[in-house]
Structures are given as C-alpha cells and as structure tokens.
C-alpha cells in the first residue's frame, strides 16, 4: 500500500488539512489498515512536499510547537489519478510468512511433526480471528466500511484456511520434495 496515495486521497477529500488530521482520517477511513504511525506519516509529508504533490495551506504557532496545514498541488492530483487509474498486477511471488514457516520447518526439522504443529496451531489462531471478524459483521453496529473490511479479512483467512488443509494432507509428500 502506498501511503503517499493515501495521504492523497484523503487530502483531495478534505481541501486542507494538517498531519493529525490526516492521520485521523487514514485510520478512520481504513478501518483494519495498520494505523499510520507519526513518524511515517510526517516522513511521507515531506517527501510529498518534497515531490511538489502537496504544498503548505498555512503555517500556525498557537503556544506550542508550529501546526502546518497541507493542500494538493495539481501535481499531486495528476500523481493520485495516475495511481488510481493503474490495475494491480496480481502477486508473482508469495509474500506470506504462512507458506515460507511450513517449507522451513519441513526443512530444518527432523520430521513433519513442527509444520504439522505449527499448521494445527495456525489454524486454530485463523478460526480465532474468524469468530472475531464474524462477530463485527453480526453485532449490528458496524459501518459499511467495517462491513468491507471484515469480508475482506474473512475471505483470506479462509483462502489460508483452505491452503493449509491441501498442504496438511500434502505433507509428507512436501517433506520429501523440499528436503531432496
């Protein structure tokens, strides 16, 4: 995900803004989305001024220490369209520290048992979350966005569900191959 266009976003909804507002609607918007710590969102503003996609609305020192309220530049909307109009390539390689812990252990262990372990207990922390995620989408309260985000979740947590019951009845063949 890319913070820069997010940043973007939010501030093309909002005209002016200073950093903490911004922080609040990223992780008010986004809601599941790792909150945006301070240190990266302060980085990423002057990487944005830097780059010509924002620019200072106003500079305020109000008994504290100074307050900048940022706009989009027209730079920056060109740049934010740009990314929005880009499709995602699908993933080539597998990022997923859930696939690479099974071939290790297959690997580095003396039998099956570890990623058989570790496979059960992941599954277990996987029906875990679900139980969670299906308890926001039924409490009644939640936002249509909280709605979205937890069927996003769900629907991967399940594909890994899926994955880890083929790999459990693969492993012993897995373990061979990977250890050959």
């Known amino acids: 995900m890319s913070t820069t266009h997010v940043l973007l976003g939010v501030l093309a909804a909002q005209g002016v803004s200073h ?3 911004l922080k609040r609607e990223h992780d008010r918007r986004l809601f599941g989305v790792r909150p945006l710590a301070f240190g990266q969102l302060y980085t990423t503003l002057a990487r944005m001024l830097r780059d010509g996609h924002i620019a200072e609305a106003a500079h305020e020192r109000a008994g504290g220490p100074d307050r900048v309220a940022y706009r989009l530049t027209p730079q920056g909307r060109t740049e934010l369209d740009g990314w929005l109009s880009q499709v995602m390539p699908p993933a080539v390689h597998i990022s997923a520290e859930l696939f690479v812990k099974v071939i290790v252990a297959l690997l580095a262990t003396p039998d099956e048992g570890t990623a058989r372990s570790f496979l059960a207990a992941q599954r277990a922390a996987h029906l ?39 790999t459990m009845d693969r492993i012993s063949q897995l373990r061979a191959e990977v250890r050959s």
Do not use: F, I, P
């Open 19 to 21: 950093g903490y507002e």
């Open 128 to 166: 875990a979350r679900m139980r969670e995620l299906t308890a926001v989408k039924t409490g009644g309260q939640a936002s249509v966005t909280e709605l979205a985000a937890a069927d996003y979740l769900l629907n991967h947590l399940d594909a890994d569900l899926r994955w880890m019951a083929t």
